[in-house]
């Protein structure tokens, strides 16, 4: 007994958006959208004005990542939509459920290369999960709801939805679906059986065994079984960057990240054991290094909800489609216990010989250590970085414990991703501290969104590694272009502390290894958006580092030659 | 090696652009490619032909399964299935060769189905091998022109590629 009311496009997006209990949309309005902006003027869903529509697509994405929940964004059509592309491609790489809505010229108008119009579906045909051109708003009832439902389910996604201006002003009888009809979408959850039973004896039969968590294991909420199997089998568990989190970082079984800038201890364990038990990661070419030289000797668990990612780069022996969380539940229940074994004693061997390492006495500020002194100091904050040195620092030196307190743009290595996307997490996680580790190049690449920060009293701090380089690319150009630091200087940075305190943030600055706690402490102890600028060794190196081209047990350390 | 996919799509607009770009983002070209709705309108059938790499052919498949509006992916095999494709040609035809072009015509079970002063439009239905037959036997009176329809496939027997 549903009651249709009659009423427009737009009140109908709202309604649906209130259905589908959405709190929170960022966003930037314009002409196309404002049928929908003029219904959001009466509603209690919080919109977030931006700066920079690619900051909306961001923040929606920081938010997803830090709750769980479908980050929405929204922009106006022609250069607002295109300005969300590199937001959605980043949501697309790392797997994170956003719902992007643009405005579009009236249908009557669509290909007629109408004022700001762009074919915002053709352009994100490859970079979302999929996509939506509404034309009849009778239909947009059911697209909302599809939309968020496919954003947020099986391997999540970024899902974009085109409306039309004479569709948000259409009137329609509303009702909302109950149900979803999808014929073509149906991800599988419950891993087989069968296959679980094979991937227990391949366990129970191996020597030396790793686990290798990826994001799945974040998107699924596995990590108690993650812990459950690996101290069930005394195995050591090394994540991907997008895993960390999921395994406790101070856990003895711990050999933190894997790949190219990853411990050398997890890169030797994966070279060197006989089963690799991958849950929810995509043997990425950051992790693999070169392929012919990656785990040799291994065979292969592959367990993930997407069955493209199997066998896609390293061939999976058992693989077993499904959510992982499930299928970790069922896999423990065929295993018994293993003690520690010859191969628990080299991983310790290995972790002893082997720790992270920076020079620890310098007169100078080292990245490593405002690292280690942010955890000292907030050991429960939200981390988001930007990309490049100050991500990899951020990875190695914070420990992290739990899941869905990294925020970072692993895939897509998206510079400007950290500020807003630690916006959006600072908005679904009011309670928590959220710090964004910046490099002084990627935080100029969306610092517009400091008056978002300020005016909306999202009192983010950003930690600034400012060693007045692109460093990562220095870094490559250093070891490998004979330091020709070609287009990577940027000593004419602005003022940071001057530019915060423009927007009405507050700004420190830090030139002594003396000076870092006290100026995390004041950050933390401020109701303000805050920037500390430190001023850091400029030649600093991420160590170790597998150079491009080289297997991952070639991995060189701080103070070895390449 | 040549593989033939049948697709069950949805009969929507923008899905076709969907499963052409994973082709050409992993750098296939497709042979020929046919489309027209099933015995449900809501649901329109793809038969696409292309050659590649089969590891890479087989991560396609899988992201073709991954699209929303894809509901069937099979990969048809040529020894259990039937398939046909049509082409028109448009043959030189001056009084002199027309005997002979219709005599070819003949053989290959063909019909000419346009007779102009100085050409002949035939229209042929077989399978790939056939029509090719026929067109290389034709080539050296000259084709004007050749429409081919592409290749459509259905499994033998009482099996169905279908929504399950």
């Known amino acids: 007994m549903s009651k249709k009311q009659k009423m427009s496009g737009a009140e109908a997006f709202v309604e649906c958006l209130h259905k589908e209990h959405v709190e929170v949309i960022f966003g930037i309005p314009g002409g196309a959208l404002l049928p929908i902006y003029d219904e959001l003027y009466d509603s209690d869903i919080r919109h977030i004005l931006v700066r920079h529509e690619q900051a909306a697509a961001h923040a929606a994405d920081g938010y997803a990542r830090a709750t769980g929940r479908v980050g929405v964004c929204m922009a106006t059509s022609g250069p607002g939509a295109t300005n969300l592309v590199t937001g959605l491609a980043n949501a697309y790489m790392d797997s994170v459920p956003i719902v992007a809505f643009t405005g579009q010229v009236p249908t009557s108008m669509i290909g007629n290369d109408a004022f700001q119009e762009a074919n915002i579906t053709g352009i994100t045909l490859p970079i979302t999960k999929h996509n939506y051109l509404v034309k009849d708003a009778r239909t947009l009832p059911d697209i909302i709801k599809e939309a968020l439902y496919i954003a947020s389910t099986g391997r999540p996604g970024p899902v974009l939805v085109d409306l039309p201006k004479d569709v948000q002003t259409e009137e329609i009888e509303f009702e909302y679906p109950k149900n979803i009809k999808l014929r073509g979408y149906k991800p599988t959850s419950k891993g087989h059986p069968l296959q679980i039973k094979r991937a227990a004896k391949a366990i129970m039969e191996a020597e030396r065994p790793i686990i290798y968590a990826g994001g799945g294991v974040v998107i699924s909420g596995a990590h108690a079984e993650l812990l459950a199997l690996a101290e069930t089998l005394m195995a050591p568990v090394t994540t991907t960057l997008l895993g960390i989190g999921t395994f406790p970082s101070v856990h003895p079984l711990s050999l933190g990240m894997v790949g190219m800038h990853g411990t050398k201890y997890a890169n030797y364990a994966m070279t060197e054991s006989d089963l690799i038990i991958a849950i929810g990661a995509r043997f990425d070419d950051r992790v693999t290094g070169r392929l012919d030289g990656f785990a040799p000797n291994a065979k292969v668990i592959h367990i993930d909800i997407d069955p493209a990612e199997i066998s896609k780069n390293v061939a999976a022996h058992i693989p077993i489609v499904g959510d992982a969380k499930n299928i970790l539940k069922e896999l423990i229940k065929e295993l018994k216990r293993k003690p520690k074994s010859k191969w628990s004693e080299k991983i310790e061997k290995w972790k002893k010989e082997f720790p992270l390492e920076y020079d620890r006495k310098s007169k100078e500020i080292k990245p490593q250590y405002v690292v280690e002194q942010i955890y000292d100091l907030c050991p429960d904050a939200i981390i988001a970085t930007e990309v490049g040195q100050n991500q990899m620092w951020a990875a190695q030196y914070f420990k992290f414990t739990k899941p869905r307190t990294f925020i970072t743009s692993g895939g897509l290595g998206t510079m400007g991703y950290g500020f807003p996307a630690a916006i959006g997490a600072k908005v679904g996680c009011p309670d928590k501290t959220v710090i964004d580790i910046a490099g002084d190049g990627s935080f100029l690449m969306n610092s517009q969104e400091l008056a978002t920060a300020v005016i909306n009293d999202i009192p983010v701090k950003v930690a600034i590694l400012n060693n007045k380089f692109l460093g990562m690319v220095r870094q490559w150009q250093e070891l490998f272009y004979d330091r020709r630091y070609s287009a990577t200087r940027l000593d004419t940075s602005p003022d940071f502390p001057k530019l915060a305190e423009a927007y009405g943030a507050l700004g420190i600055e830090v030139t002594k290894p003396g000076d870092v706690r006290s100026a995390i402490k004041e950050a933390l102890a401020s109701d303000k958006p805050v920037v500390i600028d430190f001023q850091i060794t400029p030649e600093e190196n991420v160590f170790p580092m597998v150079p491009a081209g080289a297997a991952i047990n070639e991995i060189i350390d701080y103070g070895e030659k390449i | ?164």
């Not at chain 2, 590649?52 to 509006?69: F, M, Y």
């Not at chain 2, 048809?76 to 448009?90: G, H, M, N, Q, Y």
């Open chain 2, 1 to 164: 090696m040549k593989h033939t996919l049948s697709l069950l799509v949805e009969n929507k607009p923008g899905v076709l652009a969907r499963v052409s770009g994973l082709f050409s983002r992993r750098g296939f070209n497709i042979d020929s490619l046919a489309v027209g709705i099933t015995e449900n309108p809501e649901i329109s059938r793809m038969t696409i032909v292309v050659e590649g790499d089969d590891r890479i052919l087989e991560q396609v498949i899988k992201q073709l399964n991954k699209l929303v509006d894809v509901i069937k992916v099979s990969d048809i095999k040529p020894e259990s299935s039937i398939d046909r494709e049509l082409a028109l040609v448009k043959v030189e035809a001056g009084p002199k060769e027309r005997p002979e072009i219709m005599q070819i015509a003949d053989i290959f079970r063909a019909r000419i189905i346009d007779v102009g002063t100085r050409t002949l439009v035939i229209e042929i239905t077989g399978d790939v091998s056939k029509i090719n037959a026929m067109t290389d036997l034709l080539r050296r009176f000259g084709i004007k022109e050749m429409v081919r329809t592409g290749k459509v496939s259905m499994l033998r027997g009482a099996k169905a590629v279908k929504e399950e």
